[in-house]
């Protein structure tokens, strides 16, 4: 069992920035995680990957905050934070922290993952 913790989110006015972090709190029997990513939703839309990083490094991003957003993990890999410049009012939403044994790219494209955070919100005001 794997157990994520976010933290970070908060109200922002559009163009400031935010910097969610994300702890593998807990990782029973070592499981091999190979990919966390951010994944965001606000209600009626479907849950959208935002980003995504390799145990190796690789990054992946969602077109829509190509630019702008910046994926990171620490030395251990078990952190992983989401630094949000440039925020607009519809980058709102809960951000969930996840953690995936496989490809990031197609986690975030399939908008799935094997583990998830609580979740914390982000709220860009215009």
């Known amino acids: 069992q794997v157990q994520l913790a976010e933290s970070g989110g908060g109200t922002v006015q559009s163009g400031g920035s935010l910097k969610l972090s994300c702890a593998v709190s807990k990782n029973t029997n070592g499981i091999p995680i190979n990919c966390m990513g951010w994944f965001r939703q606000v209600p009626g839309k479907e849950r959208e990957g935002v980003a995504g990083?390799?145990?190796?490094?690789?990054?992946n991003y969602a077109d829509s905050v190509k630019g702008r957003f910046t994926i990171s993990q620490d030395n251990a890999k078990t952190t992983v934070y989401l630094q949000m410049n440039g925020l607009k009012p519809e980058d709102t939403g809960m951000y969930y922290c996840?953690?995936?044994?496989?490809?990031?790219?197609?986690?975030?494209?399939?908008?799935?993952?094997?583990?998830w955070g609580p979740g914390t919100q982000v709220t860009v005001s215009s």
């Open positions: 996840a953690a995936d044994l496989g490809d990031c790219a197609v986690a975030l494209t399939l908008r799935q993952a094997n583990y």
């Open positions: 990083i390799h145990i190796k490094g690789h990054t």
